[in-house]
């Protein structure tokens, strides 16, 4: 991909942009000029990658990218992730990539660093003009990147955790007309409502009234929460104890019910319609990782609603069909076919439905003996008669695996080659299968042993 120069930028925006039709939404700017790039290479291949560009107040600002390998730049969904307070987006990257491979899409991770927004009302709070928010600067960005496409994309998705959820749902509430195609906002540790409390804490102060609310409220925003996500002011520092934060919950699981509950009757008191839902992720903590998978599925599967969990006396027919433990030597070990082999990323374990009824695995728990958890099923949908599914210990899994669905644990499934037992629970924990290997990590061996090279 080529740079492109600021006078070309300029000429761009004397244009249709992106090849479409003159007077069609693709063809606006509403939120001003696209960003100007810096270097916009990392765009033109599939894979990882990252682009900088100028943002409004002058700061260069990178993000970093992963082009899934099915990407189509001219139709392909863009999706735009944004990083919590600690501002660490490779980790975000890295955890959402999978996602991005998978529906083929164009993933953006910008980078708010703390030497340029210092602040973290810098990152996801500013009150000033709508076209020099640090949220428009998503508008700005994806202008630029469809105009490097020459795409036609009329949209792009949004996810965001802990403060960058708080970026989302401001972002969709203080920029009327974003085109945002969908958005998860995940554990946010408060919010913005749309009620008349004072700023930031309601909207008393703020130039949104009613024909914004109605726009938000028609977008299809899911509030994502983690079951666990539990903590307290009194036992976290991160969770703001200000009596205004307070009165929305104890805890950030707390506070995203409340916000979706206010959203919703405030929606019903307008008479105006409403798409949001209210989504939890069974098992999660505080942990984007943890979030990403279901956000995948929730973002790029609108109006498919989530599996309700089977139950182990359900699930006679499900069996561990294979196990890798120490993938082998050279290509033949690159098992998520990624390009490289990788001793804890090629681990598998492969799940498979033998029997005549769907299994919805949703909230069920894959682990070992040190950590009986090293992968919890996202939500989604049934594993269907005659399918599988293959969790990977990492990576970016690419091209097709047969019939299998295909899943990558956030922290490995440091399979231990020596010996080991992999258990399966369903969502209440009752043992659905088990198998082992080796000496058995030093505890009682599975009915169902295994030799592993």
Known sequence: MRLVPLVTIAAMIALPACGAAPGSDAAQAPFGAP?????????????????????????????????????????????????GASRDADRYLRAAAPVAERQGALLIVP?????????????????????????????????????????RQQGYYLFGHSAGAQFTHRLLTFLPGARALGAVAAN?????????????????????GPRQLRALFAIPLVVLLGERDTTTAATDELVRGTPEAQAQGSTRIERGRFYFRTAEAKSKEMGAGFAWRLAIVPRAPHDAARMLPSAGFLLFSPGVPACEASEAAEANDLKIARILVDPPKGDAGDANRDGKRDPSDDELVELANTGKTPLCLSGWALGDVEDPERFVFPLGRALLPGRSIIVFGGGVPKGSFGDAEVATAPRGLDLTNVGDVITLRDRKDSVVRQVSWGDCAGVPCATDHRAMR
């Open 35 to 83: 960003a100007a790039w810096v270097d916009d290479s990392g765009l033109g291949a599939s894979g990882f990658g990252r682009v900088t560009f100028t943002a409004r107040g002058g700061n260069h600002v990178t993000a970093l990218v992963y082009r899934g390998s099915g990407f189509d730049p001219a139709s392909g969904p863009i999706w735009f992730v944004m990083h």
């Open 111 to 151: 980078h708010f660093t703390k030497d340029a927004y210092p602040r973290e009302s810098d990152y996801s709070g500013p009150w000033r003009d709508r076209r020099d928010t640090t949220y428009a600067e998503i508008e700005h960005l994806f202008d630029a990147v469809r105009g490097s496409l020459r795409g």
């Open 188 to 208: 946010a540790g408060w919010y913005t409502l749309p009620t008349d409390e004072a700023m930031p804490y309601g909207l008393r102060g703020s130039t949104v």
